[in-house]
């Protein structure tokens, strides 16, 4: 995809709460990796907006499933698919046709009905090279 949107000029302490995000997700702290980067997203104008909004539904998915809200885990791993769908395949040096393809996956298995509650958790990695 080539005409992906540009990629938002992040301040210092930006990078900080976005790293910050990135290892709260990769920890398995999806509360805390939605809240640390819904503040990154307040401040972002322009084309990476829905960038930002998109890994915070991804955040928020694995948090419902978490919690056994299969419901709620569908909406939200739909909802960033859609909305990380302009951004190509890599943005913000997040590796994006691999976490769309595990987003993809995950829903195959929610939409099947298979029981996830003892399913030892095994959610996407985000890596962040801004």
């Known amino acids: ?74 909406s939200q791993l739909e909802k960033a698919l859609e909305k990380l769908a302009p951004y190509g395949d890599h943005y913000l040096g997040m590796d994006l046709a691999h976490l769309r393809g595990e987003i993809r996956s995950w829903l195959v298995r929610i939409r099947s009905g298979e029981d996830l509650r003892n399913t030892p958790a095994d959610p996407p990695k985000l890596h962040f090279e801004p």
């Open 1 to 74: 995809m080539n005409d992906k949107p540009a990629e938002p000029q992040l301040n210092p302490e930006e990078i900080r709460e976005v790293r910050k995000g990135v290892e709260e997700f990769n920890s398995c702290r999806f509360f805390e990796c939605h809240e640390t980067l819904e503040d990154v997203w307040h401040g972002i104008r322009g084309p990476g907006r829905d960038f930002f909004q998109g890994i915070i539904q991804v955040s928020v998915g694995f948090y419902h499933l978490g919690n056994g809200n299969f419901i709620g885990a569908r």
